[in-house]
């Protein structure tokens, strides 16, 4: 069964830091995707970062330069460092595995960052 659970969320100032973890049961990281995505209130939900197995990284533009997602295969957790955190980055950030096009979602963590 493929459980995720987020962690790390908060309420921070802007320009802090903030770092959220995913940690994941019943997959192999090896041979998935992992993402993390937001929603803002009123706003559809976005894809912010994501990993592959092998390493591959890929970002919204709005993250490129302050967001770094990360992967430690062997305690099966998945990383976000979100840095120069500004007011807009202001969502619940979700975790989401990708298995051979079956999608899986953690419940989410807030992020609230204040002006």
């Known amino acids: 069964q493929v459980q995720l659970v987020e962690s790390g969320g908060g309420l921070v100032q802007a320009g802090e830091s903030l770092r959220l973890s995913c940690i994941a049961s019943g997959i192999d990281f090896r041979s998935v995707v992992m993402g993390w995505y937001r929603q803002a209130p009123g706003s559809q939900r976005e894809l912010v970062a994501e990993i592959t197995g092998g390493g591959a990284t890929d970002y919204a533009d709005s993250v490129k330069g302050r967001f770094t997602i990360s992967a430690d295969d062997a305690k099966n957790t998945v990383f976000l460092q979100m840095n120069s955190l500004k007011p807009e980055d202001t969502a619940v950030y979700y975790c989401?595995?990708?298995?051979?096009?079956?999608?899986?979602w953690g419940r989410g963590t807030q992020v609230t960052v204040s002006s």
């Open positions: 989401r595995v990708n298995i051979w096009g079956s999608f899986y």
